[in-house]
């Protein structure tokens, strides 16, 4: 292949890149529909570009019921009426990278949604057809097939509900998800050609990176057998196949110089690590940062152990505190339970929000110094809270599948406030938001945080601007006092931060470079707070 249309100045990017991910559906409403449009987020590049982002990922925009906010996609080329068309995502991508920005797309590979011309192809042939093999069709067990055909649990964690469903026809298809996202077949030839042409086509289109969804579940036991009686190899998590499938990727991203994140949720180091080798994925999202709770021991062998499971294979780390699916950081650092766990979701989780924002303002420092890239969700750099939806607006299927049990996913996803006092925080213009917005969330808004030097949103500003003098080299951890975080990294910048109780004296140093809150008038550190020191 000769010069990829979108060679970069900077090959190497993505190793250490802040990275921006936009919901679409509540980053901005361009047409006053209450639904974010990509003519939303056009006209709002100049805010990103002022935050200084290197790249944007878009969680999906393609045509889609929106039965899992996106991740049921109809058409990977064509993009969401909702949202706009693929010649304004086109003007985007490119408008974007004249400000210096790129793009991440998300593909969706584990499961299309049951509109999905191959599925309703499949459903109208019937059994046994070659339609049906690009999915997991098959007859139930029991005398009557009335039983599904094995005992996988659902990826939605607190769901209850089978990942099996059952046709008019008796057979049964499988969807890890909902009914509604059928998995499927990735030892179909056919799957994997279509999903290579699909990456070309937004590679054509100028994209830098993809994000895969659900990285780690695609490849399945072709038995298909139950968990219980054979739980290793896994039947449908981590399996070897899958591998192959990402080396053929990666050589079409090399194609264009792209590159790839995972979502690969993996308990073991070396497991995941394997996804990042050189002729596979460029970069995973790091799941154990993003869970890990606020405690310094804690999180200090959370950050040695990405370092260490990342270098043998020479990917940089990512740092994630937040995202889509999970508890927004200023409540979950607020409450007892600093964690995430899916399975501890649960409505009314009380939290101390002026202790979860001060937290969150030196999570901030702490994530911008770390090796690698950073990922900061929208609405992160505003400190928004997690809302608590009215439950007769809920809208993720999380929250029904598990029977009222988990709040589900929307507390995190509320429509972004721009401006105090115009309608819905100027999210849009004239209908209500798809979900709707706190009473509070204006005192959150765009512009009061701009005129703020305190506030959340200039804290970011100021970190990512300074960000770049940490450089791309190793971290050395400095001695310091129990519950204190301390390292160095290239040119004698220096992070510390405060866990504990008691006020931290500062390493020697010539200059405060940024601090997440003010030292104390002995110039200490207090308890949770961050700086950023010149040696
Ligand atoms: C992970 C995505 O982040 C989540 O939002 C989605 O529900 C599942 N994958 C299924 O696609």
């Known amino acids: 292949m000769g010069q990829p249309r979108h060679a970069r100045k900077d090959p190497d990017w993505w190793r250490s890149a802040v990275i921006y991910q936009v919901y679409v559906r509540s980053f901005a409403d361009g047409d006053g529909d209450g639904t974010g449009d990509l003519a939303g987020v056009r006209s709002r590049l100049p805010y990103l570009a002022g935050l200084g982002v290197d790249a944007l990922w878009f969680t ?38 004249a400000l210096g920005i790129r793009t991440i797309v998300d593909i969706v590979p584990n499961h299309v949604s049951d509109q999905h011309p191959w599925f309703r192809a499949a459903l109208a042939a019937g059994p046994g057809s070659p339609e049906r093999e690009l ?129 690969v949720w993996l308990p073991d180091p070396e497991r995941f690590a394997r996804y990042l080798r050189p002729d596979e994925l460029h970069t995973a999202f790091n799941f154990s940062f993003l869970t890990c709770p606020w405690d310094a021991g804690r999180l200090r062998a959370a950050i040695d152990t990405t370092i260490a499971e990342h270098a043998p294979v020479g990917a940089p780390a990512t740092w994630v505190l937040c995202n889509h699916d999970v508890t927004r950081t200023v409540t979950r650092y607020g409450r007892a339970d600093t964690a995430f ?14 202790l979860g924002t001060r937290r969150a303002r030196a999570a901030a420092l702490l994530s911008l110094a770390l090796p690698g890239s950073v ?70 808004a765009v512009d009061r945080q701009l005129q703020d030097p305190d506030s959340m949103l200039t804290l970011y500003r100021r970190a990512i601007a300074l960000r770049p003098r940490f450089g791309d080299g190793p971290l050395t951890w400095l001695p310091a006092p129990d519950g204190v975080l301390a390292f160095s990294r290239a040119d004698g910048v220096l992070c510390v931060v405060n866990l504990a109780a008691t006020p931290a004296e500062l390493p020697a140093h010539s200059r405060l470079l940024l601090g997440s809150g003010p030292l104390d008038d002995a110039g200490r550190l207090p308890q949770d707070t961050a700086a950023w020191l010149r040696a």
């Not at 607190?158 to 030892?187: C, I, K, S």
């Not at 054509?204 to 139950?226: F, H, M, N, Q, Y």
């Not at 766990?341 to 002026?354: E, N």
Request: charged share 25%; aromatic share 14%.
């Open 60 to 97: 999906p925009w393609y045509l889609s019921p929106l039965k899992d906010g996106g991740y049921d996609v109809v058409d990977y080329r064509a993009v969401d009426p909702a949202f706009g068309t693929l010649a304004e995502a086109e003007k985007l991508i490119a408008e974007a990278r």
């Open 135 to 263: 999915f997991h069709f098959r007859p139930g067990r029991g005398p009557d097939g009335e039983l599904p055909p094995n005992d996988w649990p659902s990826q939605f964690a607190g769901a209850t509900e089978p990942v099996w469903t059952r046709l008019p026809d008796g057979d049964w298809y499988l969807h890890l998800f909902t009914p509604e996202q059928p998995d499927l077949n990735w030892a179909h030839p056919a799957v994997r050609q279509e999903h290579e042409d699909i990456l070309r086509f937004w590679f054509e289109r100028g994209v830098a990176g993809v994000r895969i969804d659900s990285a780690a579940l695609l490849a399945k036991d072709p038995d298909l057998p139950d968990l219980a009686a054979h739980p290793e190899p896994h039947p449908f998590l981590d399996r070897d196949e899958l591998h192959t499938v990402y080396r053929s990727w990666r050589r079409v991203a090399d194609e264009y110089g792209a590159v790839f994140v995972g979502e």
């Open 341 to 354: 766990d899916f399975a501890a979701k649960a409505f009314g989780t009380p939290t101390d929000l002026a």
């Open 375 to 444: 990922y900061v969700y929208q609405g992160e750099e505003l400190g928004l809270p997690e809302a608590e939806i009215p439950v007769d607006r809920i809208q993720d299927p999380m929250y029904v599948r598990s029977h009222g049990a988990d709040p589900g996913r929307d507390g995190c996803r509320v429509p972004l406030p721009w401006v105090d006092g115009m309608p819905y925080a100027g999210f849009g213009s004239q209908a209500e938001p798809w979900l709707p917005q706190p009473a509070d969330w204006p005192s959150y």
